[in-house]
T-cell receptor, first 111, second 112 residues
Framework: GENVEQHPSTLSVQEGDSAVIKCTYS??????FPWYKQELGKRPQLIID???NVGEKKDQRIAVTLNKTAKHFSLHITETQPEDSAVYFC??????????WGAGTKLIIKP | SQTIHQWPATLVQPVGSPLSLECTVE??????LYWYRQAAGRGLQLLFY??????ISSEVPQNLSASRPQDRQFILSSKKLLLSDSGFYLC???????????FGPGTRLTVL
């Protein structure tokens, strides 16, 4: 079945620097790739998503890139701020309208 | 936009006791609904999903069950809780033209 691998599991960056989280997927039929942010004790919230007919999408300080040939996609956060500290999950669309989830990346922003 | 309600927010139950968690959705009709469990510091484990009333698919064999008695109501149950059932239970609803899922606020279950 579909599998999504996410790296790194923990990422620590200096405030103001950029952060990059990478995911790979196995099912070439996947056509939708969302990213969620989960703050401690709260629900995951959608922050950005991309469909397979687009290579890059940007929303202020966050961007997602997709390489369909290599079957990987990445989240880029620029000018990181303390409020960016959270766990980030990637996902890829699977069968029956399911999402196949990555294991998560804990992003730590150092002051 | 849709709103997802879950209750209770927090629950402490003894081993062997029953469980009933409820999820209701507003602002959409005939949604696909999902139950996830998240252990402390871990990822999202899909437990059940439903594409319509009375239609339940189980992803992981366990002592939990789910039911969908109404279009916008999804219930997670257990007859006898285990210690390993502790976790953060999230209900989600699929919305829009994509497969994006929106999550409820979750129920934090501790089994003692």
């Amino acid at each position: 079945g579909e599998n999504v691998e996410q790296h790194p599991s923990t990422l620590s960056v200096q405030e103001g620097d950029s952060a990059v989280i990478k995911c790979t997927y196995s099912d070439s039929a996947s056509n939708y790739f969302p990213w969620y942010k989960q703050e401690l004790g709260k629900r995951p919230q959608l922050i950005i998503d991309i469909r397979s007919n687009v290579g890059e999408k940007k929303d202020q300080r966050i961007a997602v890139t997709l390489n369909k040939t290599a079957k990987h996609f990445s989240l880029h956060i620029t000018e990181t701020q303390p409020e960016d500290s959270a766990v980030y999950f990637c996902a890829a669309s699977g069968s029956n309208y399911q999402l196949i989830w990555g294991a998560g990346t804990k992003l730590i922003i150092k002051p | 936009s849709q709103t997802i309600h879950q209750w209770p927010a927090t629950l402490v139950q003894p081993v062997g006791s029953p469980l009933s968690l409820e999820c209701t959705v507003e602002g959409t009709s005939n949604p696909n609904l999902y139950w996830y469990r998240q252990a402390a510091g871990r990822g999202l484990q899909l437990l059940f999903y439903s594409v319509g009333i009375g239609q339940i698919s189980s992803e992981v064999p366990q002592n939990l069950s789910a039911s969908r008695p109404q279009d916008r109501q999804f219930i997670l149950s257990s007859k006898k809780l285990l210690l390993s059932d502790s976790g953060f239970y999230l209900c989600a609803s699929r919305g829009g033209v994509n497969n994006e899922q929106f999550f409820g606020p979750g129920t934090r279950l501790t089994v003692l």
